[in-house]
């Protein structure tokens, strides 16, 4: 395109920003007398404007004027609103003048989809006010923690720490042992939220599809233990066993694809039947139910520093052991070590397997490996659900045993054609 074009083009963009901004403020203030709002989508369109045009002179090599001129009008703002903060004290209108000369001076700099992404966020902070206000009034103080811990985990240490191999045979990166922590703590923290967003009705069902997605067995550990109590006829228990390990199933799918890529496309193809069938037991045996239960809560909140490092240090040990493998017994030791680490955490396993050098092993051997993990857990979930439900737990241990018996023949298939 034309020089001017492009020119044109982020200034325009600085204005549309604005202008959206500006739609927002202006219904939001609409019952406001005439001649009382500071602001409305005319000012916000030109603050945009202006801020855009600050961007473009500042990049065609006349820094300090487009500093002046984005100063300006951040003053003008400021003076504008000092006695409407005072009789109100409300800076909502206030901080969203000065984040549109932000955004359009990000505009006029040349990132205009980024200052279109920002202006969008913008105005939908700006427009859920009642729900994010009703939203931080139902937490208590054991759910602000919760978001501290979380907040340190992964926003204060992750991005501080080194991403470069070191210690022994080279087999740590700082960065990326974290990041599992992070990634685990998160499957936690959104179980965690998402509960508190359903209040205080925490059905089977939901339990399943939240507490699977970070810990399928802790569960099936609750549910067969409520099913095992509950005498009537035929309740949602089963069907929530059933779903928990769908969704691990897919959280595992999910983790592959974050962390060991190579892997994700032989994997798919050995778990993807055994996911349709534990869905569509679930799904069938939730048909069957009779029920309306609240059930158990979803397991409480897991952010704890302590268990994750705990893990962290498993990892690294477990990454040592891999690269010592890889040296002393080639692929097939690998294998029988991701085999043996995954008997103990299936992700632990996908985090050794990822945490190997490319051509290490070959992603069909480690696909093969990690469906042995995921058999392994299933097994315990199907002895679990027995030992605590009995008799009563024999629907849920059959739809386990329907998805076993799919992971076990897709894996029969995945050896044969090694």
């Known amino acids: 395109m034309e020089p001017w074009v492009t020119e044109a083009l982020a200034v325009g963009t600085g204005l549309l920003a604005g202008m959206l901004i500006g739609i927002e403020r202006g219904w939001k203030l609409k019952d406001q007398k005439p001649g009382t709002r500071v602001a409305g989508v005319r000012t916000f369109s030109m603050l945009g404007l202006a801020g855009a045009i600050a961007g473009l ?30 009789a109100q004290h409300d800076a909502t209108t206030a901080v969203a003048a000065l984040l549109t000369v932000a955004i359009g001076f990000l505009a006029g700099s040349g990132s205009g989809g980024l200052a279109m992404a920002c202006a969008a966020v913008v105005v939908m902070l700006l427009a859920l006010r009642t729900e994010l206000h009703g ?4 937490l208590d103080e054991n759910d602000v923690k919760a978001l501290a811990r979380f907040a340190v985990i992964a926003g204060a240490v992750l991005p501080l720490l080194p991403s470069a191999p070191f210690g022994p045979y080279g087999a740590w990166n700082a960065q990326k042992l974290w990041l599992v922590v992070v990634l685990v703590t998160g499957f936690s923290f959104a179980g965690y939220i998402a509960n508190r967003v359903f209040g205080e009705r925490r059905g089977t069902v939901a339990t399943a599809l939240i507490g699977g997605a970070y810990s399928s067995t802790a569960v099936t550990v609750s549910l067969a233990q409520m099913l095992g109590k509950d005498k009537r006829a035929s309740g949602p228990e089963p069907a929530g066993i059933a779903l928990a390990t769908a969704v691990m199933y897919l959280r595992v799918l999910v983790v592959v694809a974050l962390l060991a ?7 798919t193809i050995i778990i993807a039947p055994a996911l349709v069938v534990a869905t569509l037991a679930g799904f069938v045996l939730l048909r069957m139910s009779s029920k309306d239960s609240d059930g158990p809560a979803p397991p409480g909140n897991p952010i704890q520093l302590v268990p994750a490092l705990g893990f962290l240090a498993f990892l690294a040990v477990a990454a040592v052991a891999a690269r010592w493998a890889d040296g002393r017994f ?15 955490d299936v992700d632990a396993a996908i985090i050794t397997t990822g945490g190997l ?3 290490t092993i070959s992603p069909a051997l480690a696909a093969l490996a990690l469906g042995g993990t995921v058999m392994i857990n299933m097994a315990i979930k199907v002895g679990v659900t027995l030992a605590y439900a009995r008799s009563r737990g ?17 894996l029969a298939i995945g050896w044969a054609r090694l």
Do not use: N
């Not at 939203?135 to 139902?138: A, I, L, Q, S």
């Not at 024999?394 to 897709?410: D, N, Q, R, T, W």
């Open 357 to 359: 050098k490319p051509g």
């Open 135 to 138: 939203f931080v009034e139902r």
């Open 57 to 86: 002179i500042g990049t065609r090599g006349h820094p300090l004027v487009g500093a002046v001129i984005a100063a300006a009008a951040v003053t003008l703002l400021i003076v504008a609103y000092a006695r409407e903060l005072k």
């Open 261 to 267: 890529t190579s892997v994700l496309l032989p994997l």
């Open 394 to 410: 024999i629907s849920a241990a059959l739809a386990l045993v329907a998805s076993m018996v799919a992971l076990g023949i897709m």
């Open 330 to 344: 080639g692929e097939e030791g690998l294998a029988v070590l991701i085999l043996l680490t995954g008997s103990m």
